[in-house]
Nanobody
């Protein structure tokens, strides 16, 4: 069983930065595509970013491209999301997720349904 724990959320002014981290335990972290998603109350959980096993070919939603950077450190089973130039519309609960099936399929997916494991989420609030 894979457990994911996010940290690093908080309150920041527009234009500021935050760095989210997600620590994984259990399973084989280096074989999972890792993703970040976000969700506002009453809305669908939406894709933010994903990164492949060795950190290459990251993918970003258009809304965060150029402002957010995803990275991972397989030595310590951690994936991070550096968020710069934050906007009020980035206010959401952010979740990290693991896709174990990616090892066999080679996929790097934006579809939340393929991610089997999720963290509890961390709140990011950006004030205007």
């Amino acid at each position: 069983q894979v457990q994911l724990v996010e940290s690093g959320g908080g309150l920041v002014q527009a234009g500021g930065s935050l760095r989210l981290s997600c620590a994984a335990s259990g399973g084989t972290f280096s074989r999972y595509v890792m993703g970040w998603f976000r969700q506002a109350p009453g809305k669908e959980r939406e894709f933010v970013s994903a990164i492949s096993w060795r950190g290459g070919r990251p993918d970003y939603a258009d809304s965060v491209k150029g402002r957010f950077t995803i990275s991972r450190d397989n030595a310590v089973n951690t994936v991070s999301l550096q968020m710069n130039s934050l906007k009020p519309e980035d206010t959401d609960v952010y979740y990290c997720a693991a896709d174990p099936g990616s090892w066999q399929t080679g996929r790097l997916s934006r579809d939340k349904s393929v991610y089997d494991y999720w963290g509890q989420g961390t709140q990011v609030t950006v004030s205007s």
